[in-house]
């Protein structure tokens, strides 16, 4: 199979038009049925693919740091005759399981960031549904502040899925619709189980979309709403955005390398390690001026960048690595003055934002199929932001050796919180409290010992031990059954308090990737199978 | 079930009389429909005495009864084909079955958008065709059109009482949204687009009935092979009254052009000198209304179409006639489609390709009137001939929609569809000088200039009969 790159700029969009009017910014859906991401399908009536998706990642992903000065986003479609009709479903017929899961895992990443960016920035985001807006179409809308829809007697929101597919309607969208919206729950059980969904007045009474107007009066309405949004935010003019240039991949040897980090892939023994190179913070931009003409080659937001292409690299092209080992390299003291950089400029928006996407690359590792273990080892330096993401692997083995030391730092007490909204220390100390509290305000170097009294280390070993043991853990650990472990370690990852978007993320894997697997979607007779066949489903009535 | 009630308020065969229920639904639907009647049916003759027929039950010869009637006092009823000894479901999965006389909650669904579809033209071609009465060329067409009128009128109660009858509180909502719906409307626009465009002189109306009603004969005919035996019931008897709508159109497009012919002839080539409508005009009409009448049929691709087939609720044109094999599970069609810019044939799965089936047999039928028409053109000697245009020219819906087809069904380019779009269809000059040239004719066997008198009356009455009192 092709590498598949997420890599994307703007002169490269197919599927979608981006242009901005003022503090708007609109997109256009318009996909180009001609260019789907694999050969097998045409990306008809502005249903997608993958490809699509990644387009729409990179477009969110620009607005974060590219656009701070709107105010409002609005999305819409291109389509003459329909808004969404959702997620391809050839596609999905024709697709490996990973591949749907991946998939599905990824759209509902880039829904997430959506709404995620939207209230860290405090734009208004608007879908404008004109035509009918079906499946993945109305999550789209979901993930959007609010959902306008136009009452032509054609045009209506729908999540067709249970009834056309036999598969899970969105994928992490009856959370949305239930959690977000707050639709009652028996309203949505109607809603999911009528193919053509609803129209304007009842789409409207039920919750499922904020407004109804009709096409003569549908632009205008919008418009002096927009116009609203934008007084309400004054003050963004004179923002400045940040261009995000492309990341520059390299690969020799089984090591894929970017500026701030290396992979070394394993095949043989399904590892990858992946290290850490944290460059010395001297002649580091230290002041806003500075640190904005820095742009996209500022470490941390390279950092995160690079981090966050190499973990979607290997959710989608090193289907058979099944353990990431983490180490860092460099000086704590330099960790802790990048992170102090960004400590002392909060409240502004390029840093805040570089702050934001940190915590999103974080989540996306523990959102991983993968397991992480992190190597505290001489010459790491796990401190604050880096210590952050050894807390977020399954493991952390720390070397009790002289030298060796991890840190904590502001970075740890809550500026990059987990998918469920909790530090990962509250997380790993659940049923101790008392020690959690502890480690608050504590930011001086520990030793092993220390760190592993304090909860940090999972163990921490001397050089005898740790030479003898965490050879054998690696090799213990990619010898279990790989998807055993992914349901594991989602199990015991997300421990503590659940939140809309843990929901949309633990629902979707748990029930999802159950029913795509069933004879009842996927099966010969499977209604995925069999979509738009001659031929008619037949379901196993037992009810499992 | 068969007894017709011609006492009641809605006369019927559905026995509403023992259905609470529905004539609680219909009567309180009724004044909602004289509403809209008053509002959007044909404006200025509400009052007149029309020489109209009614059907007054369903036995052969019944449903004919003429008479002169005021449009609103006309007998909007509801009739179902009796139950006839054929009770099993005719094609599709469950073929050989018994057939359901009540809803199959799985299919509701998609029954309920056939119905509330097909239901959905009948007072849109009302609203389209409100003011043509005005520019009427006979008092005999003029006649014609609101007898179609009422009819469509009473198409509409048809459908309307299966979305009472079948669909409980979903299908009264429906019911309402079909009387709030308006042709052409920007904000409540009708459901298919044919329905919405403007039909606002005879050339365009007789090509409506020809063209647009015949895509209707042909949605009824397959709907009434549906395993859901009130549709096909219901469409059946439909069937009987749009014969005559189809034979206005066929007959007067056929007068229309023996007038024409007759004055290209007489003034040398130039029949608008004299009023008439020359023969080029009447082939861009045919283009525009006859390739906006094969976008009604669907999706040349369709997974909904073979669902709808496959779920036995909408067949073939006459599935048990014409057809052996009634389950088409595993068949192919060649359509040809454009893939990487060219023109390529590929195969379809039949079920799939079940609209195109419906299409070609449309197109047949189409191509019979046409050579009807160039016989008459023969005869005149002007020594033109008209064609009907390629079934992938100027589409709005299907696998052709998005690229650019001359007449022949050649690919071309956007800039030569674009330069030669006023050459191939019905353009808005010809359209004022089409309203320019029609002029109400109210004496009676009198015809306008542009077109021949019809071969005879209705209902064996003289052409000179006073079809309308004015």
Redesign the interface.
């Known amino acids: 199979m092709d590498t598949i790159s997420f890599q994307v700029d703007p002169t490269r969009y197919r599927h979608w038009n981006v242009s901005k009017d003022g503090s708007v910014m609109q997109i256009h859906m318009n996909v180009d049925p001609e260019f789907p991401l694999k050969s097998g399908y045409d990306l008809k009536l502005n249903s997608y693919d993958l490809g699509v998706d990644i387009e729409l990642a990179d477009i969110v992903r620009r607005l974060r740091f590219e656009h701070p000065e709107i105010t409002s986003l609005v999305v819409s479609s291109g389509h003459e005759q329909v808004f969404c009709s959702g997620a391809n479903i050839h596609m999905l017929g024709t697709s490996s399981h990973s591949w749907k899961v991946n998939f599905c895992k990824f759209t509902n990443e880039t829904r997430c960031e959506l709404e995620d960016w939207a209230a860290q920035a405090d734009v208004r985001s608007i879908c404008a549904v004109t035509g009918p807006c079906a499946g993945g179409g109305y999550e789209l809308a979901l993930a959007c502040d609010e959902i306008w829809l136009i009452?032509?007697?054609?045009s209506a929101v729908s999540l067709p899925e249970t009834?056309l597919l036999g598969v899970l309607p969105g994928t992490g969208g009856l959370t949305r619709l239930v959690d977000k919206r707050m639709v009652r729950r028996d309203r949505a059980d109607v809603f999911c189980t009528?193919?053509?969904g609803f129209k304007g007045k009842r789409a409207l009474e039920w919750g499922l979309v904020d407004v109804v107007a009709?096409?003569?009066?549908f632009d205008e309405q919008l418009q002096q709403h927009l116009a609203q949004i934008e007084s309400d935010r004054p003050g963004r003019n004179d923002r400045q955005g940040i261009t995000l240039g492309p990341i520059e991949v390299t690969e020799a040897d089984g090591v894929r390398k970017t500026s701030t980090l290396s992979v070394d892939y394993k095949p043989e023994q399904r590892t990858a390690e992946f290290t850490f190179v944290i460059p010395s913070a001297a002649g580091a931009p230290t002041t806003l001026e500075e640190i904005h003409a820095a742009g996209d080659s500022f470490w941390p937001l390279r950092f995160a960048r690079e981090l966050e292409d190499a973990l979607l690299d290997l959710r989608v092209n090193r289907n058979g690595i099944g353990l990431a080992l983490l180490r860092t390299q460099g000086s704590l003291d330099d960790i802790q003055a990048w992170d102090q950089i960004l400590l002392g400029h909060r409240g502004d928006w390029f840093v805040d934002q570089i702050v934001h996407l940190f915590s999103h690359v974080i989540q996306r590792l523990e959102r991983t199929s993968c397991s992480f273990f992190a190597l505290v080892e001489q010459g790491s330096c796990f401190g604050g932001s880096m210590l952050e993401i050894a807390l977020a692997c399954d493991r952390i083995y720390m070397l009790d050796e002289d030298g060796v030391e991890v840190q904590r730092s502001p970075m740890n007490e809550g500026l990059l919180p987990m998918t469920t909204d909790i530090t990962r220390t509250d997380c790993r100390l659940l049923g101790e409290q008392e020690l959690a509290k502890s480690t608050i305000g504590n930011h001086s170097r520990l030793d092993a010992t220390s760190a592993e009294k304090m909860g940090l280390v999972t163990e921490a070993l001397d050089e005898f031990d740790y030479e003898d043991m965490v050879p054998v853990a690696i090799q213990e650990r990619v010898s279990l059954s790989p998807d055993s472990l992914t349901g594991m370690e989602a199990n015991l990852r997300f421990a503590g308090p659940e939140n809309m978007e843990s929901k949309v993320f633990g629902r979707l894997s748990a029930w999802q990737n159950w029913i795509f697997i069933r004879p009842n979607a996927t099966g010969p007779q499977g209604a995925l199978t069999l979509?738009?066949?001659?031929?008619?489903p037949e379901f196993a009535w037992d009810r499992v | 079930m068969s007894t017709v009630d011609r006492n009641g308020k809605i006369p019927n065969n559905v026995d509403l009389a023992g259905d609470k229920r529905l004539q609680r639904a219909l009567e309180h639907w009724l004044p909602l429909y004289m509403e809209w009647w008053n509002d959007m049916g044909p404006a200025g003759f509400q009052t007149n005495d029309i020489y109209l027929r009614t059907a007054v039950s369903v036995e052969a010869g019944g449903w004919a009864n003429f008479d002169y009637v005021k449009m609103p006092d006309y007998r909007w009823g509801i009739f179902l084909t009796p139950n006839d000894s054929v009770n099993s479901i005719g094609f599709g999965?469950h073929y050989g079955k018994p057939t359901w006389q009540e809803i199959p909650g799985e299919y509701r669904?998609?029954l309920r958008?056939i119905i509330v579809t097909q239901a959905d033209t009948e007072p849109a071609s009302v609203e389209q065709q409100r003011f043509l009465g005005t520019i009427a060329p006979s008092l005999y067409d003029m006649r014609n059109l609101f007898q179609i009128n009422v009819e469509e009128g009473r198409h509409l109660w048809a459908m309307v009482y299966l979305l009472f009858r079948f669909f409980g509180k979903d299908g009264r909502d429906e019911a309402e949204?079909l009387l709030s719906?308006r042709s052409g409307d920007?904000?409540?626009?009708r459901?298919l687009n044919a329905f919405n465009e403007a039909c606002d002189h005879w050339l365009s109306f007789f090509c409506f009935t020809h063209f647009t009603d015949r895509d209707g004969k042909f949605q009824l005919a397959s709907l009434a092979e549906s395993g859901f035996e009130p549709l096909a019931r219901t469409c059946d008897f439909m069937l009987t009254e749009e014969a005559h709508h189809l034979f206005v159109g066929e007959t007067g497009l056929d007068r229309i052009i023996k007038r024409s012919a007759e004055l290209t002839m007489e003034t040398d080539g130039d029949p608008m000198s004299a009023g008439g409508i020359p023969l080029d005009m009447i082939q861009r009409a045919i283009n525009y209304w006859f390739t906006y009448s094969l976008d009604l049929f669907g999706g040349e691709i369709s997974?909904n179409a073979?669902?709808f087939f496959?779920?036995g609720l909408k067949g073939r044109f006459k599935e048990k006639s014409r057809y052996e094999d009634h389950v088409?599970?595993?068949g192919i069609k060649i359509v040809p489609q454009v893939i990487g810019g060219v023109l390529v044939e590929d195969e379809v799965?039949?079920?799939?390709a079940i609209n195109e089936v419906l299409r070609d047999e449309y197109i047949e039928d189409c191509k019979r009137a046409l050579r009807k028409w160039n016989r008459t053109l023969e005869k005149s000697g002007v020594g033109v001939e008209l064609s009907l245009p390629s079934r992938r020219f100027h589409r709005h819906q299907g696998i052709y929609a998005d690229y650019p087809f001359d007449p022949e069904g050649n690919l071309i380019t956007k800039e030569t569809l674009e330069a030669n779009t006023s050459r191939w269809l019905l353009n808005s000059a010809d359209n004022d000088f089409l309203v320019s040239i029609m002029n109400q004719v109210i004496e009676p066997g009198k015809m306008a200039n542009w077109i021949a008198p019809p071969s005879r009356g209705i209902n064996g009455q003289p052409l000179e009969f006073e079809y309308v009192r004015l």
Not at chain 2, 186 to 189: F, L, N, Q
Not at chain 2, 349 to 352: T, V
């Open positions: 009452d032509d007697g054609n009834p009528l193919a053509e009709p096409r003569s009066k979509y738009g066949r001659p031929e008619r | 999965d669904g998609n958008r949204e719906r920007e904000d409540k626009p459901i997974s073979a669902n496959g779920e088409m599970k595993t799965p039949y079920r799939n």
